[in-house]
């Protein structure tokens, strides 16, 4: 099963890769917006995409909306990661499309199971 992750926060990005591989996941880390963007162009749709929502350069709002709009990619599983449970936000995520709103701090063995779950749901 093949991940994009789009996460800024090296520290975070290293604990979801660490826990995603265990779980037999191969993960795929842009670090921000432009990116992601780049890999989407170029790359098939993975199995689920996790999408920070405060990333430089794009913000994830704004990718999730370009997500949506790439053929090929409008049904993949995308969940949103988020330090901040800004209540507009979430609202405005699962209007363009997010499947899932994931808080951080992240507790590592809940994570694989939502995304176990989303991965299901989807295929």
Known sequence: ML??????EEDTAD????NLEQAQYEVIHAKDGQSAQGLIDSMPPPDLVLLDI?????????????????????????AMLTSDNNA????????????????????????VVRINRLINLVG
Do not use: C
């Open 88 to 111: 507009q936000d979430v609202k405005r995520a699962l209007e363009n499309g997010a499947n899932d709103y994931i808080l951080k701090p992240l507790h590592p063995q809940q994570l």
């Open 15 to 18: 604990l979801i890769r660490l």
């Open 54 to 78: 405060q990333l430089p350069v794009v913000s994830g709002l704004d990718l999730l909306t370009y997500i949506r709009k790439q053929a090929g990619w409008e049904e993949v599983p995308v």
């Open 3 to 8: 991940l994009l992750m789009v996460e800024d």
